[in-house]
């Protein structure tokens, strides 16, 4: 069963935008194979006219009927299908990116209590000496930030290729469609998880650099402060100058946040949205 919004439309925008949006991304031929003619104006109205109708069945119908599932079935397939090679690419990407972030994190985290350990026993010409690992602390804090670095690029590519996959299904899906009348006032997208951040691959990549380089800066800055304040006496031109460095960093970080929330894009109709199938979250027949 595909979820969705229960027993209502899956569509809260007006049928004369969606339909607008849908007769924008056909070509000239396929235009032409679904309304038999190349009037985009009268395309829209007489997609809008047909949505409209397709909103109320929506609304009135209980359980779907058997064509209705074969439909959903088909287009789930059709999706699955065109995309595969893409995601495919994504979940590898996803599997670097995760690998990488660990390490962001577990090199920074050690960098930062190695700079508070001022050394460890070892043994020198038979006797026990204590050795100075200061330096390691300086080599774990380059392995986190290029981890960082590279984790940024490894979530860049991801995110280019669930992009690329929802083109190339939605691009498959809209030629399929353009032989079924009907199909397009019905919806074509039935995939019920959309992308949480938005944006595409730029903002994406943008936002995730900032939040964390500015949580990597942040993070060792406001230990680094709190151990010094509570172990040694408190170097006041140390203390202010961190401080400063502490507010830009949450500053960087506050700002990829921003560009990564979704609450402050501009509102406009998404592709995914208008293509929604009609009938998403209605109950298989054998559930009721």
């Not at 229960?6 to 070509?27: F, K, M, N, Q, W």
């Not at 964390?212 to 040694?232: R, S, T």
Request: aromatic share 8%; proline share 5%.
């Amino acid at each position: 069963m595909v979820a969705g919004m229960g027993e209502t439309s899956a569509h809260a925008s007006p049928p004369e935008e969606r339909a607008a949006l849908i007769v924008g991304l056909l070509d000239e031929e396929q235009r032409v194979r679904y309304f038999g003619h190349r009037s985009e104006t009268r395309a829209t109205t007489e997609l809008a006219a047909h949505i409209t109708e397709i909103d109320k069945d929506a609304l009135q119908r209980k359980p779907l009927s058997l064509e209705l599932l074969r439909e959903r079935d088909e287009l789930l397939a059709i999706h699955q299908d065109a995309g595969r090679p893409h995601t495919w690419w994504a979940r590898i990407w996803w599997g670097v990116f995760f690998v990488l972030g660990w390490a962001f994190l577990g090199l920074g985290g050690g960098a930062i209590l190695i700079s508070v350990i001022p050394g460890q026993p070892g043994r020198s010409g038979g006797d026990w000496v204590i050795q100075d690992i200061s330096s390691l602390a300086g080599l774990a804090l380059i392995g986190s930030g290029v981890s960082l670095v590279l984790a940024t690029f490894a979530g860049f590519a991801r995110n280019a290729a669930l992009v690329l996959a929802r083109r190339r299904s939605l691009s498959t899906l809209l030629d399929w469609a353009s032989h079924r009348p009907g199909q397009l006032a019905r919806g074509i997208h039935v995939e019920t998880k959309p992308n949480a951040y938005g944006g595409g691959c730029f903002r994406t990549a943008v936002g995730g650099c900032l939040l964390g380089l500015g949580g990597f800066i942040a993070v060792p800055l406001a230990v680094g402060l709190f151990l010094d304040l509570v172990l040694n006496s408190p170097n006041q031109e140390w203390m202010r100058g961190g401080a400063i460095a502490l507010v830009a960093a949450l500053l960087v970080a506050g700002l990829g946040y921003l560009i990564l929330s979704p609450r402050l894009r501009k509102h406009r109709l998404d592709v995914h949205q208008a293509l929604m199938w009609a009938y998403n979250g209605h109950p298989d027949p054998e559930l009721r």
